[in-house]
Every structure is written in structure tokens, then in C-alpha cells.
């Protein structure tokens, strides 16, 4: 309902009264809306409102639009819960999704000199370059490249890391105990875009993730980029 006589703006007043029909499934995801005029219609309200309103919903990744078709009810953004150590493949599976990769790369090459660093190598170490898109329902959500040392998994295959990496870590009798992330908001490079599916210049969570073992060794450094549309990262803080 929109009320008049309210001093909150009706631009502000549709936004909310759309995002509670999202939220309680009137309208689902990838529905296409009615015609801006069709909504004013509705609503008894100009159609620069309701173009504001549906501006400001595109920007907050709530709704998308595609040139000649109209504006789309966005897919529900993935929450990422920071509590646990989990890798991509055991989160999809805990949420209920069906986890995928698409391979780019897996290699040895030599330790360029951020990931010698942070893998606490040398920079002419051997390390195994993973890299791939990671897919949820068939649907990309990031694209992640991992460093791991050669030294410490000299008989690592690409089979090893087809599903869940950490479960071929811990299965050849090593403990995960920790990792260190770091966060950054970027925009999509044109081959990152074309990737993810997404816009170039689309707002884009870089992460990036150094995990240890239980003997104080970095086993991995992790360099991520993750759909801002479609990923939210959540953390509990207490004092």
C-alpha cells in the first residue's frame, strides 16, 4: 500500500512494498514486472516515481534489467556465514545447491611473488596453479585461483580437486585449523564479466584467503572474485 499522507517519499514507499513481495514470493525470481505505466496505473502514482523507485531497486542488485525486455526480479543473493572453515564445495552442499567447476587451468609453475609470501616459499618454488569458475546449480558464482605448494602435495592430480579439495587434504592425514581473509570491492574486468555472466564494470567482492595446517604451514593461498549480485558475506561480532 502506498499512503499519501505519509512524509516517507513514495519512491521509498513502492521500493519497500516491492521488496516485501519478493520476499514472501509474489513476485519470483526472474519474473519479468509490468510496464512502468502499468505500475503507476496501480498504484495512483507518476511513472518518474515509480522510475525511481525501480532505479534505486536495480542498484541494490534487487532487480535487473535487459535492454528491450523489461526489468527482472534478481536471483536471492547467497549469504557467505564468516564462522566456519568450509570450502566451496562443502558451503554449496550445506545451502542445498548442486557445486561445480569449470576448469581454466591446473598447472605447476613457479611461485609468482605475492603467493611465495603468502605460502611462505620461495619465489622459484613449484607450486600447482589452480584455476576455475565455480558454479552453483550450474550457475557461476566465482572465480577462484588457488596457489598450493608442490612440496607439500608432490602427487596432487586434477582428479584431487574435482569436488572438495579440503576433503582430499584432510584425507591424506592433514588437520585444517585456521585461515586469514581479506576483502575488497572491485568492479569486473571484460574477461571476468564474460566468466561470471555478468556486466564488465559490475561491482565484484574480491577475497583473498591464506589457510594453514595444523603444523603453522600455509597450504594454500586463495585469490577470488565473487558476484556482487549474487553473494553477500555475513559475520556475527561479539564484545
Known sequence: MIDKQSKIPIYYQLEQSMKEQIQEGELEEHEVLPPEREIAERYSISRMTVRQALNNLVQEGILYRQQGKGTFVSAKKMTHVMKDLTSFTEEMRERGFSPGSHFLAFEEVSAPSEVATQLSVSEDAKVVQIKRVRLANEEPMCIETVWIPRSLF?????????????????????EIVSAEQSFEASVATKQEAKRLGISEGS???????????????????VDSVYRGDRYTFFQTLSR
Not at 154 to 174: I, N
Open 203 to 221: 561491482v565484484v567482492m574480491r577475497m583473498k584467503q591464506t589457510s594453514y595446517l595444523g603444523t603453522g604451514e600455509a597450504f594454500e593461498f
Open 154 to 174: 608432490p602427487t596432487l592430480k586434477k582428479t584431487d580437486v574435482e569436488s572438495s579439495f579440503y576433503s582430499a587434504v584432510e584425507r591424506a592425514g592433514f
